[in-house]
């Protein structure tokens, strides 16, 4: 399996920025998903999670709120809309698929990543 994730760039302190995660061969879409970060100098930090049907979510501290995680099971695809950007949420972005259906913030959950998509927030 093989995650892209997309949709990071340059984005001012207040703005917004969707990222999508789409998984190749489509999945069964029977694992939950997660966003983590990392930023330069950090280690890496769990972002949001989502359950296999989409009907449990999970978010860290830091992005409750502001941050939803969503996802389509048809396109075998995750979403994070990120609203009300600070200049901490800069960091690269990984997605991730867990090994089971339902899942947290523990890395150690996920089985397959993705290569990351930069988000920069000026201030």
């Known amino acids: 399996v093989q995650l892209q994730a997309s949709g990071g760039g340059l984005v001012q302190a207040g703005g917004s920025l969707k990222l999508s995660c789409t998984a190749s061969p489509r999945t069964s879409g029977n694992n939950a998903m997660g966003w983590f970060r990392q930023a330069p100098g950090k280690e890496r930090e769990f972002v949001a999670s989502i359950s296999w049907n989409g009907g449990s979510t999970v978010y860290a501290d830091s992005v409750k709120a502001r941050f939803t995680v969503s996802r389509d099971r048809a396109t075998s695809t995750v979403y994070l809309q990120m609203n009300s950007l600070k200049s901490e949420d800069t960091a690269l972005y990984y997605c991730?698929?867990?090994?089971?259906?339902?899942?947290?913030?523990?890395?150690?959950?996920?089985?397959?990543w993705g290569q990351g998509t930069q988000v920069t927030v000026s201030s």
């Open positions: 991730a698929r867990a090994r089971s259906s339902f899942s947290g913030s523990s890395s150690r959950d996920y089985i397959y």
